[in-house]
């Protein structure tokens, strides 16, 4: 099986957060079908307190089917449509996925995505509309603050978490907002 891989989830802050791996099939990514994500991670099956706590900024989520393909998972439009429908459906993403993959997966969101390579092998920029990036920034407070809540998390632990997964998409809000 090996296609849905978890570690052991911490309990109670007492060991180091765990990472929480999983991975979408070629077919799953083709016909957009995000139900086995769901069957595992939706809304009803999440846990609340501590074990909630323990997954905050721990999910990965890997693509298979695509280690021959020279474009990066933004400019995949099968990729991008199954992440759509996973986002419209799951709307965590600021609570849930390990902070440096944020980037990635929010470019796959956007309408107005567009790259440029240098040559085949690589991405040289990403780009995209800053207004439709600090729309996806403004969206993600509320879902995150009921994720930290659910998770028994203080305003101040919501107001850290949102701030630094700002600062991961709009680098340039370091200039101009101070953090919490």
């Known amino acids: 099986m090996g296609i849905l891989k978890t570690s052991i ?3 109670m802050n007492k060991i180091p957060k765990s990472e929480i791996v999983f991975q979408f099939t070629q077919p799953e990514i083709i ?3 995000v139900s086995r994500f769901l069957n595992a991670y939706g809304y009803t099956k999440l846990p609340e307190g501590d074990t909630l706590r323990s997954m905050e900024g721990s999910l990965i989520i ?3 089917g695509y280690d021959n393909d020279q474009r990066s998972l ?3 439009p099968e990729v991008r449509g199954c992440f759509r429908k996973l986002y419209s459906e799951f709307p965590y993403w600021f609570y849930f996925l390990l902070p440096e993959t ?3 997966m929010a470019l796959c969101l956007f309408e107005k995505y567009s790259g440029v390579r240098s040559d085949k092998s690589s991405m040289t920029m990403h780009g995209f509309m800053v207004p439709e990036m600090a729309k ?3 969206d993600q ?3 995150l603050q009921e994720m930290c809540f659910r998770a028994g998390m203080s305003l101040n632990e919501f107001d850290k978490i949102y ?3 700002s600062l991961r998409l709009m680098p340039d809000l370091a200039d101009s907002v101070p953090p919490p």
């Open 74 to 76: 933004p400019e995949i």
């Open 102 to 104: 944020l980037p990635t």
């Open 136 to 138: 996806f920034v403004r």
């Open 163 to 165: 701030y630094e997964r």
């Open 31 to 33: 016909s957009q079908d």
């Open 141 to 143: 407070a509320r879902p």
């Open 9 to 11: 989830l911490m309990i």
């Open 62 to 64: 890997i693509v298979d």
